[in-house]
């Protein structure tokens, strides 16, 4: 049996998505200690060339690769691990 799988438009949505996602994971080692807004404009000038078949334009993925990179930063310093407190308890 053969079956055929449709290209549907959503899948070019989701894969500029998911490269947004990976874009603010790995911009977060690549710009150590510099703020969000000190590597954003760079992000999004590196867009066109990094989002392949996507038609997303970074307006559309920008808080995609922010929530990226929030949580890239929670993870290098130490708060997403099983032991670790995600907040530290009032004294």
Not at 6 to 12: F, G, L, T
Not at 46 to 69: C, K, Q, Y
């Amino acid at each position: 049996m053969l079956v055929h799988l449709r290209h549907s438009p959503e899948a070019d949505h989701d894969e500029g998505r998911t490269r947004a996602r990976i874009i603010g994971e790995e911009a977060c080692g690549l710009y150590p200690g510099q703020p969000w807004g000190a590597v954003e404009s760079q992000m999004a000038g590196d867009w066109s060339a990094i989002r392949g078949n996507s038609p997303l334009s970074w307006a559309e993925v920008r808080n995609d690769a922010h929530a990226a990179w929030q949580v890239a930063l929670l993870e290098r310093d130490g708060h997403l691990c099983d032991d670790a407190p995600v907040y530290e308890a009032a004294a």
